[in-house]
């Protein structure tokens, strides 16, 4: 069966500090995979998604970036975090046809 | 973009009751999944239901598509049913890997 993993699952930055959360999938080839924000316990925006590696499209411009240097891994960046980038990031893949997508468990980041 | 609507935002019940949340959407869509959002802000995946009617124990869905809405049942909810719970829809187009557009989500709160 596929399962999905994402760490850590908290982190405290200060503002000005790089970033980099990682996210892979098991049990799965060729995966769709997406970097999405929740903020203020509300709604999830889409940031990032990648239909293979080193294909990534960005849904919002802002102060993060996203690599997929392997199939089954995700990393979302920042070189200089802002306090406006706390909030929930959720990894997220689904099969090539689109269909139902799996979300991780969450990283919550909060800048300080 | 697609543009997605939850009614209603918040909802307490107790213990026993029953439920409908429903969720309309702007535009024809490929995909429309349900989630519960656990108080840990894990996305526990409920139904993918781009239409028809879909039954799951004491939950279940249905997806009008062309009258662009679908609805959740909770039916005798319990204490753990509490959390939030979005809609989210995607339409595909020749080779679109697009993520999943959601709704602001029902808060639902089940009280014993």
């Known amino acids: 069966s596929q399962t999905i993993h994402q760490w850590p699952a908290t982190l405290v930055q200060p503002v000005g500090s790089p970033l980099s959360l990682e996210c892979t999938v098991e049990?799965?080839?060729?995966?769709?995979l997406y970097w999405y924000r929740q903020a203020a316990g509300r709604g999830l925006q889409l940031l990032f998604y990648s239909v293979g590696i080193g294909q990534i499209s960005s849904e919002v411009p802002q102060n993060l970036s996203a690599s997929r240097p392997q199939d089954r891994q995700f990393i979302l960046s920042s070189k200089k975090l802002l306090l406006s980038d706390s909030g929930f990031y959720l990894c997220a893949w689904s099969a090539l046809d689109w269909t139902e997508a799996f979300f991780g468990q969450g990283t919550r980041l909060t800048v300080v | 973009g697609i543009q997605v609507e939850q009614s209603p935002p918040d909802l307490i019940l107790q213990e026993g009751a029953n439920s409908t949340l429903r969720c309309n959407f702007s535009?024809?869509?490929?995909?429309l999944q349900w989630f519960h959002q656990n108080p840990w802000g894990q996305l526990i995946n409920l139904f993918y239901?781009?239409?028809g009617t879909k039954q799951n124990g004491r939950l279940s869905a249905t997806t009008v598509a062309t009258e662009r809405y679908s609805l959740l049942y909770i039916s005798s909810s319990q204490t753990t049913d509490s959390g939030v719970y979005f809609c989210a829809v995607a339409a595909y187009s020749g080779g679109g890997a697009d993520g999943l557009t959601f709704g602001k989500g029902t808060h639902l709160i089940i009280q014993p």
């Open positions: 535009d024809s869509v490929n995909n």
């Open positions: 049990g799965t080839s060729n995966p769709n």
């Open positions: 239901i781009p239409s």
